[in-house]
């Protein structure tokens, strides 16, 4: 850039540089605790080699590489999830004063712990897996559920947020829950709280809040909201029950929202596509909603005939 360029542009920076001074929420200027979300996803796709191995590696395992292939690994993640859980340790919550001294200890143990995890995520990640399999006839075998199904994606690395975030480490859960709805459409909170044998069939635009409790053997469709009723008292609202809670056996089909943290989806409930919720619903109930009257127009003849679609009774079993 020559001598006029550069002051030229003078005026535009003096301008950059005063913004920074007046948002100072905006920037991350002189911090040795930035986060790297490039390294937060390196880490994540490498638990999932642990989790699922032989899977997405490039290189062939074998009974004889595979002890010192997993202990490569485990360094590997330890080393680097400690480096920063240690960097995003340094942020809290608004007004709370960061309390720096031992906090590598802290990051030390959350990552020790983390990993002590694996073979209990392990075990709950093959029920997601299997439930999967079982719940779409679609499905040739598991390990086309594994390789690409995107609510066994988005379940996974959940679950390994999950864990993250009931030992309260800032930022990096979020970070990985948000990675897997980038991809997916899914966006789950790593917050939201999930039984064994859960499936998201389909997937795209599935929404779970963060106080969300899901039972066992739950199967929800794609665009399902589960979500809270109003937000409008904003940051007032942490730390409550908003969203709503699902118990054992529910089946919710798509386009259907189930809203409030006082709502109850009881155990075997069956809710119908593009429900809308905002109250419980007793156990083994069926909702839907009353069909709409369709018409069709015969263009040739300019005859208009109406019409109903399927009954209620036509709708389940069609859906069962």
Same mark, same amino acid.
């Given at each position: 850039?020559?001598?006029?360029?550069?002051?030229?542009i003078?005026?535009?920076?003096?301008k950059?540089?005063?913004?920074?001074?007046?948002?100072p929420?905006?920037?991350?200027?002189?911090?040795?605790n930035?986060?790297?979300?490039?390294?937060?996803?390196?880490?994540?796709?490498?638990?999932?080699?642990?989790?699922f191995?032989?899977?997405?590696?490039?290189?062939?395992?074998?009974?004889?590489?595979?002890?010192?292939?997993?202990g490569?690994?485990?360094?590997?993640?330890?080393?680097?999830?400690?480096?920063?859980?240690?960097?995003?340790?340094?942020?809290?919550?608004?007004?709370?004063?960061?309390?720096?001294?031992?906090?590598?200890?802290?990051?030390?143990?959350?990552?020790?712990?983390?990993?002590?995890?694996?073979?209990?995520l392990?075990?709950?990640?093959?029920?997601?897996?299997?439930?999967?399999?079982?719940?779409?006839?679609?499905a040739?075998?598991?390990?086309?559920?594994?390789f690409?199904?995107?609510?066994?994606?988005?379940?996974?690395?959940?679950?390994?947020?999950?864990e993250?975030?009931?030992?309260?480490?800032?930022?990096?859960?979020?970070?990985m829950?948000?990675y897997?709805?980038?991809?997916?459409?899914?966006?789950?909170?790593?917050g939201? %709280?999930?039984?064994?044998?859960?499936?998201?069939?389909? +997937?795209?635009?599935v929404?779970? $809040? /963060? =106080? *969300?409790?899901?039972?066992?053997?739950?199967?929800i469709y794609?665009?399902v909201?589960?979500?809270?009723l109003?937000?409008?008292?904003?940051?007032s609202?942490?730390?409550?029950?908003?969203?709503? %809670?699902?118990?054992?056996?529910?089946?919710?089909?798509s +386009?259907?929202?189930?809203?409030? $943290? /006082? =709502? *109850?989806?009881?155990?075997g409930?069956?809710?119908?596509?593009?429900?809308?919720?905002?109250?419980?619903?007793?156990?083994?109930?069926?909702?839907?909603?009353?069909?709409?009257?369709?018409?069709?127009?015969?263009?040739?003849?300019?005859?208009?005939?109406?019409?109903?679609?399927?009954?209620?009774?036509?709708?389940?079993?069609?859906?069962?």
């Amino acid at each position: 850039m020559s001598g006029n360029e550069t002051e030229g542009i003078r005026p535009l920076v003096n301008k950059i540089l005063d913004s920074y001074q007046a948002y100072p929420k905006t920037c991350n200027i002189d911090t040795d605790n930035r986060l790297n979300k490039d390294i937060i996803i390196d880490i994540l796709e490498k638990i999932r080699y642990v989790v699922f191995p032989g899977f997405f590696e490039e290189k062939h395992l074998n009974g004889q590489s595979i002890e010192y292939h997993l202990g490569e690994l485990l360094e590997d993640i330890h080393y680097r999830l400690k480096r920063q859980v240690f960097k995003a340790l340094h942020h809290t919550e608004e007004g709370r004063p960061v309390k720096a001294e031992c906090l590598e200890d802290r990051a030390e143990q959350i990552a020790t712990t983390f990993l002590e995890k694996i073979p209990a995520l392990r075990e709950i990640l093959a029920t997601d897996v299997q439930a999967a399999y079982d719940g779409d006839p679609a499905a040739f075998n598991t390990d086309e559920v594994i390789f690409s199904y995107p609510g066994v994606f988005a379940i996974s690395v959940n679950r390994i947020a999950h864990e993250l975030h009931l030992m309260e480490v800032p930022l990096i859960p979020r970070m990985m829950t948000e990675y897997a709805h980038g991809l997916t459409g899914i966006d789950i909170h790593p917050g939201a %709280t999930i039984g064994e044998y859960f499936f998201i069939d389909h +997937g795209t635009g599935v929404v779970v $809040g /963060e =106080t *969300t409790e899901i039972g066992k053997r739950v199967k929800i469709y794609q665009g399902v909201t589960l979500g809270a009723l109003s937000t409008r008292g904003g940051q007032s609202w942490r730390h409550t029950k908003r969203h709503p %809670t699902l118990e054992d056996d529910v089946t919710v089909y798509s +386009g259907a929202s189930i809203l409030g $943290g /006082e =709502t *109850t989806i009881g155990e075997g409930a069956v809710i119908g596509s593009n429900a809308f919720i905002t109250s419980s619903v007793p156990s083994g109930t069926r909702v839907s909603i009353k069909n709409p009257e369709l018409q069709f127009k015969d263009r040739s003849a300019k005859a208009q005939i109406r019409m109903t679609e399927l009954g209620q009774e036509g709708f389940w079993k069609g859906n069962e």
